[in-house]
């Protein structure tokens, strides 16, 4: 007998993404390819975690999460979205969103099942749905402003359309969908009976006034949305993994079944510091996220204007795909070699968001960075000029 890989293993392969963080780290450059938030963490949430530590909080807990943890997420989502999710039934706390998704994934999805992914996409639904063994099917979105029709939509649907992922605001493009979007994907949906997956990490990251819809507050939505989100990018604890799946009751126990599964429980002294953070911090925190990071994205994008990168502006999330096509190279991978050879900051291939190598002239930086970070890096992005 040979022994091998399994059939699967290629769905993840080493990213893109972390590969130019390693060259990054190798050559001791500003990385502004991972969206590794490195800005502080809230007080009470690190002292939640820390009271939780010292007072025993660390054995396994429910596999649903922490009662007060549910608790508090139930709240933050009706305080912002107008949603009753029942915290005993409908919540599900995972590893990050990522294994919250995995988990839903795996629950909902069959072997062949198609699930429409909107492109330029997220690297890991697409790993994360093949890991099911389902098949993404792709809407590849009109820049600058990244709009699709009805028509778009329903050009794709064939009987295996199980579902449609919304990330929303979206991851790399940021773009943020509007209402009128959002009813047209509920309609469509309903239509055809679908699964929508929304991930919702960029939610408290929003510009210019916009504000966030969760898709799952759309008049007839809750029952057939799986709502995923977490805090890893609100309060800068990407490390901690804590994430959740808010969905109907009828779905929410398999996802948890396999959250049981695979991680058993999400940290359970950091479930507590979330909590506490959910609870105490009031809405002058969230307020403040969105005016800090607008003001990172204006100057990080008067930045790549200066040094003639066209910056698609974001309106949410904190990354900014940028126009590369006029430096050395013809494929992405070559042109942000060069910008790191060249300047020593390092961003994404914009072809790790694209199928078909498409993306070829774009790459994508994060500027979820400290401010002193950030303006080096601006400093340093002068020498394309
Ligand atoms: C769109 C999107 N979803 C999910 C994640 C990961 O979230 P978590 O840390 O909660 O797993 C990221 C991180 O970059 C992301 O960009």
Redesign the pocket.
Known sequence: MTLSLSDRHGCVLQSEIRNMSIECARTGGINLSQ?VCDTPVPASVLQGARDALTTGINTYTHYAGLPELRRAIALKQNRFSGMNPDPQKEIIVS???????YCAFQALLNPGDEVIVFEPF?G??ISTLQAAEAVPVYLSLKAPDWSFSEHDLESLVTPRTRGIIV?TP??PSGKVFSLAELELVAAFAERHDLFVFT?E??EHFLYGGLRHHSFASLPGMQSRTIT?S????TFSV?GW???YVIADAKWAQAIGYFNDLIYVCAPAPLQAGVAKGLLELGDEYYRMLSIEYQAKRDRFCEALSLAGLYPFIPDG?YYVLADVSRLPGTTSKERAMHILRTTGVAAVPGSAFFQNYAGEDVVRFCFAKEDSVLKEACQRLKKLR
């Open positions: 969206g590893a990050g969103a990522t294994g919250a998704l997220y890991y639904h990330n979206a991851n991930d990490i960029y995923v977490g805090v890893s990018k990407t993994r804590i994430g999330a």
